[in-house]
């Protein structure tokens, strides 16, 4: 059975950072282009960052140079570096494969205040 599970989220104040991770079950992540998504309060559900698996990375402009992602093929997991944290940041964050999108995880909250 495949799962994605995100933990790392938190409380932080602007300026912080969280390095968030997403634990894969029953796929490998390094097969597959894995992606970040955010869903701030309110709003719909918004794309972040993808690795693919050949580990080019791309992002979002609204965070493009604050945050990285990375995979640790090993340990079957995607991360996600945050850092600058800004209060809009906040949100619920998932992970999910890229193409063919997986049943979605619980995610991690994030918290900026400011």
Not at 80 to 85: A, H, I, K, R
Not at 87 to 93: F, V
């Given at each position: 059975q495949v799962q994605l599970v995100e933990s790392g989220g938190g409380l932080v104040q602007a300026g912080?950072?969280?390095?968030?991770?997403?634990?894969?079950?029953g796929i490998a992540v390094r097969s597959f282009a894995m992606a970040w998504y955010r869903r701030a309060p309110g709003k719909q559900?918004?794309?972040?960052?993808?690795?693919?698996?050949?580990?080019?990375?791309?992002?979002?402009?609204?965070?493009?140079?604050?945050?990285?992602v990375s995979r640790d093929s090993a340990k079957n997991t995607?991360?996600?570096?945050?850092?600058?944290?800004r209060?809009?940041?906040?949100?619920?964050?998932y992970c999910?494969?890229?193409i063919g999108s997986l049943s979605w995880g619980q995610g991690t909250q994030v918290t900026v205040s400011s």
């Open positions: 912080g950072s969280l390095r968030l991770s997403c634990a894969a079950s559900r918004e794309w972040v960052s993808t690795i693919s698996s050949g580990g080019d990375t791309h992002y979002a402009d609204s965070v493009k140079g604050r945050f990285t995607v991360y996600l570096q945050m850092n600058s944290l209060a809009e940041d906040t949100g619920i964050y999910n494969r890229w």
